[in-house]
């Protein structure tokens, strides 16, 4: 199994930024891809990020597209997303996730959070206005 444990998360006013950072252990991580997802009160849980198991690709929601990037560091077992420009409507806990399959892959795999085997606990990132 993957353990996953996020940190980073806070109280921002709009247009600063965070970096979210997911330390991974227990298994081997290079056949593992990974993203972030978020989920705001009363609303379904959304995807926000991915890359893939080599690191060579990425893939973002429309809504954070030029403001978040999401990148890996293998040395280190660690996941990070770094979140620029945030708004109010960035409020949410973010969970990171990972994805042990060696076959499948895209920006629509990617996006779609029940394919992930591993979750973190979530970090909660608050944006003021």
């Known amino acids: 199994q993957v353990q996953l444990v996020e940190s980073g998360g806070g109280l921002v006013q709009a247009g600063g930024s965070l970096r979210l950072s997911c330390a991974a252990s227990g298994r081997t991580f290079s056949s593992v891809g990974y993203g972030w997802f978020r989920q705001a009160p009363g609303k379904e849980r959304e995807f926000v990020a991915a890359?893939?198991?080599?690191?060579?690709?990425?893939y973002y929601a429309d809504s954070v597209k030029g403001r978040f990037t999401i990148s890996r560091d293998n040395a280190k077992n660690t996941v990070y997303l770094q979140m620029n420009s945030l708004k109010p409507e960035d409020t949410a806990v973010y969970y990171c996730?990972?994805?042990?399959?060696?076959?499948?892959?895209?920006?629509?795999?990617?996006?779609?959070?029940?394919?992930?085997?591993?979750w973190g606990q979530g970090t909660q990132v608050t944006v003021s206005s």
């Open positions: 996730a990972a994805d042990r399959d060696q076959y499948l892959g895209g920006s629509y795999y990617y996006s779609q959070g029940a394919t992930y085997d591993y």
């Open positions: 890359i893939s198991r080599s690191g060579v690709y990425t």
